[in-house]
């Protein structure tokens, strides 16, 4: 087996080719704007953050062997509060961010038979995707993606895109 990290699962936990970003799309924004509602639109840039970093924490633990609890519905993985409280909230959600990415990061490199490792389930709707390792990170890279592109069309519409650090905008 190859010792090497898969390239992609890195390349796209930062962003790569059509994926934004996910850090910078949210680095440079401040509270206000991170808090503000689009019509339209369900949830802002600050429910948007704070709900992937609640689902890379939750399967985090599950990496490391803990059972967290399981959402009863899925609002239960949504901010409620559409404004943090203010900018050192924000700040410190957005610091969360960029530690959970570094972590997840550390975990792409892992030597293949730790990614080839079963994480025990730890919900019953779990039992229907696979549980190595390597699916949960790949998981998560689809599901950051997902939700960044929601944040990069919020941006759009607040007119703050693209990020300080460059972004598409063709």
């Known amino acids: 087996m190859n010792s090497a ?24 924004l401040n509270a206000e704007i991170a808090g503000r509602q689009v019509h339209g639109f369900p949830h802002s840039i600050w429910q948007q953050l704070c709900h992937m970093n609640y689902w890379m924490d939750y399967e985090l633990r599950r990496i490391q062997g803990k059972k967290p609890a399981y959402p009863e519905h899925a609002a239960g993985s949504w901010e409620p509060d559409a404004q943090p409280a203010g900018e050192s909230e924000w700040r410190k959600e957005v610091n969360r961010f960029v530690e959970l ?46 939700h960044t592109g929601q944040i990069v069309m919020l941006r759009r519409a607040l007119g703050v895109w693209p990020p300080r650090a460059g972004g598409d905008t063709w």
Do not use: F
């Not at 390239?7 to 440079?28: F, I, N, Q, T």
């Open 5 to 28: 990290p898969e390239p992609a699962l890195l390349e796209l936990l930062r962003g790569s080719g059509a994926h934004a970003d996910p850090l910078a799309c949210v680095e440079d």
């Open 101 to 146: 990415i570094g972590e997840y990061s550390s975990l792409a490199r892992s030597a293949p038979e730790d990614l080839h490792r079963e994480i025990e389930l730890t919900h019953v709707s779990e039992k229907k995707n696979s549980s190595t390792l390597s699916a949960v990170l790949w998981q998560m890279v689809a599901h950051n993606s997902y």
